[in-house]
């Protein structure tokens, strides 16, 4: 600073004008100049005595006149007043000059409270009882300080680079700048105040780093703090409650109702926890995240509340599903149970109602219906059994998680009801089990009882169609005694066969009658078959042996015509009269035969063959006769030439 302006307005004392330098910036003052008005130079009136303030001041006061400053101070730092060509703002610097003072005050106190906190935490131990004040707030904030040195040290060395370069710099502030486009240079003292706010910024930029992390141990023992309270009170409450909630549910129930009512109380029970896992599942993210900030300090009591809250949490959740368990396989066996007590009731009311099936199919029907009525009474009591035993073994594990409560007495009530839903299940089906052998046995008698039936109409059947089979294609009589025989042959085998299917039609009506007996029934077939059996075997009877007859009587008739028609000469003088009369003899009582019908009891008539299948058998047999009957001619014709040449040759032989 070089001088000072009294020559305008109020004049100020010349000795407080001089002080105030020494007061505000002493280092920076080398001469003091104090511009009088051109009055003072006439009057020549002074009270400050400059010599002998020199040395108390440190700096020299001299008393000079406007025109003459530019002895003293150069023109470049002397404004347009004083006929310098400073560029300066007054308002402006007054007003960046209470900046500047209002942060180095702000920031002076704010580094001393900053100092005082952060010494505080260093020397005060973590308690949780730690005195309120130990938490105290500084009086600024640090980030509005900071903010506001930050602004301060850009406009310093903004208006450093526009005075060093000559750029436009206008005054800020409220009393405006010099004119646009006019350089001008900063002031001395702001140079100056341009590293005392860096330093400060600096200063105040490394407590600020200590109080932030001040403040982060700050929250982080509050952070610890809350998780420790919250997690004291989700591990008392699930060690309390949750725990006490839980000895008291133990039973499975008598029935789906009695567990369905369990499960709902259960899930009232399951809803309580969740609250209280949520708790636990938020609890477990903060201290994972406090875990990860690597603070050696609260990792131990982080890790065992962590350790702590999990392992009451995963116990109780075990339990809650152990439980869930226990019940899901009550009400899985009480539900197989009531079904297959509900299958059982179907089957005995089966076995109970009286069956009159109409035929083998039905009772083939029924049949399968009952085996697969028992084969899924066996399937549901095979699943009672393994769902049964599935609870036993939940329930004999039980006691492992009930804290020490005697569960023998409440087990021992669930145990035993188990055991006697199965037994009594067990007796059931086997009663129905032995029902259902009666009734198979029942069944299967009838099942032969209809196939004998059955197979004695399919008898008749046969036997009437080997009836129509011997009227209308047995009528063939041979054309010769070797084709008649095999006919014949032909016959009885084809009687055989008759034979045998009366024979095991009449076994099958003789079983249906031991069946009906030991199903106690009226006999069934006695009355229908076994009359038509015996008609159609009499019917068949007569006509196999029209057909054995007449076969017969062709054999013979065959069988003399060709001793007759045989030309041997050795057999020529056998021949009689009494050979031809017999062909003629059988051969007409053969075409008489052909023309009888034949007659059943009944009075009804049946011939063999068609008309034409008779004509041409009689056709044939009077051929044969009517050779015969040329050959008997010839022999007669024959007769009276061996008479006359008799004599001869007897004397010859005499």
């Not at 060093?164 to 409220?174: A, H, L, T």
């Not at 065992?304 to 339990?319: E, P, T």
């Not at 006691?399 to 055991?419: A, C, L, P, R």
């Not at 035969?593 to 063999?608: H, K, N």
Request: charged share 30%; net charge negative.
């Amino acid at each position: 600073m070089h001088g000072a302006d009294e020559h305008g307005g109020a004049q100020l004392h010349s000795g407080l004008l001089a002080r105030h330098p020494q007061n505000v910036i002493p280092a920076e003052v080398s001469l003091v100049c104090v511009v009088k008005p051109d009055e003072f130079w006439d009057k020549k009136v002074t009270h400050f005595c400059f010599w002998k303030e020199k040395d108390r001041l440190g700096f020299e006061v001299i008393l000079v006149s406007a025109n003459k400053l530019t002895r003293y101070i150069e023109p470049c730092q002397l404004t347009d007043e004083f006929g310098g060509s400073l560029q300066y703002d007054h308002m402006d610097w007054l007003n960046k000059r209470l900046v500047f003072e209002k942060f180095t005050k702000e920031s002076t106190s704010l580094l001393d409270e900053l100092a005082i906190i952060n010494e505080n935490e260093k020397t005060t131990q973590p308690d949780k009882s730690r005195p309120s004040e130990c938490n105290a707030l500084p009086s600024f904030d640090p980030e509005t300080v900071l903010q506001t040195g930050h602004e301060l040290l850009s406009e310093l060395q903004q208006r450093r680079f526009n005075g060093s370069e000559g750029g436009g710099g206008g005054g800020g502030g409220g009393g405006g700048g010099g004119g646009g486009g006019t350089a001008w240079s900063p002031m001395d003292d702001e140079l100056l105040a341009q590293p005392q706010v860096m330093k400060l910024l600096d200063s105040l930029r490394e407590q600020y780093t200590k109080y932030q992390e001040v403040c982060r141990q700050r929250s982080r023992r509050s952070q610890l703090d809350q998780i420790h309270t919250k997690v004291m009170q989700v591990v008392n409450w699930l060690e309390g409650p949750g725990t006490e909630q839980l000895r008291t549910q133990w039973g499975i129930g008598d029935s789906i109702r009695a567990s369905q009512a369990l499960q709902v109380k259960h899930e009232e029970i399951e809803s309580q926890h969740s609250e209280w896992f949520a708790v636990y599942v938020e609890l477990n993210q903060q201290m994972a995240a406090l875990l990860s900030a690597g603070d050696e300090e609260d990792l131990l009591e982080l890790k065992n509340l962590q350790q702590q809250l999990s392992d009451v949490c995963y116990r109780q959740a075990s339990q809650l599903e152990f439980r869930q368990n226990v019940l899901h396989s009550a009400h899985e066996f009480h539900s197989t149970a009531q079904d297959l007590s509900q299958q059982l009731d179907g089957l005995l009311g089966m076995l109970c109602a009286d069956v009159a099936p109409a035929d083998g199919a039905a009772i083939q029907q029924t049949l399968k219906h009952l085996e697969e009525k028992l084969k899924s009474v066996e399937g549901a009591l095979q699943g009672l059994r393994e769902k049964g035993q599935v609870l036993l073994d939940q329930i004999s594990n039980q006691t492992s998680w009930f804290y020490g409560k005697d569960m023998q007495i409440e087990n021992k009530e669930n145990v035993d009801h188990i055991h006697s839903v199965m037994e009594d299940m067990q007796l059931r089906k086997q009663r129905c089990e032995d029902m259902v052998d009666v009734r198979r046995l029942k069944m299967l008698q009838m099942v032969q009882l209809f196939k004998c039936e059955e197979d004695a109409s399919q008898a008749v059947e046969w036997l009437t169609e080997l009836l129509d089979a011997l009227l209308k294609t047995h009528i063939r009589l041979g054309d010769d005694t070797q084709e008649t025989k095999v006919l014949l042959e032909k016959h009885r085998k084809f009687v055989d066969v008759a034979q045998s299917t009366y024979d095991y039609g009449r076994q099958l009506l003789q079983a249906t009658v031991v069946l009906c007996q030991s199903l106690r029934c009226a006999t069934r077939s006695s009355g229908d078959t076994l009359p038509r059996l015996n008609r159609v075997w009499k019917q068949f009877t007569i006509t196999a042996d029209e057909r054995q007859h007449r076969l017969e009587t062709a054999r013979d008739f065959h069988a003399a015509a060709e001793r007759v028609l045989r030309d041997s000469p050795d057999q020529a003088g056998l021949l009689d009269l009494e050979s031809f009369d017999e062909v003629e003899t059988v051969g007409k009582a053969l075409l008489d035969r052909l023309t009888v019908p034949v007659i059943f009891p009944d009075g009804s008539e049946q011939f063999f063959g068609s008309p034409s299948d008779m004509a041409s058998s009689a056709e044939n047999i009077r051929d044969k006769m009517k050779l015969v009957e040329d050959k008997r001619l010839q022999k007669e014709s024959a007769r009276p030439l061996e008479e006359e040449t008799a004599p001869e040759e007897f004397p010859d032989e005499s």
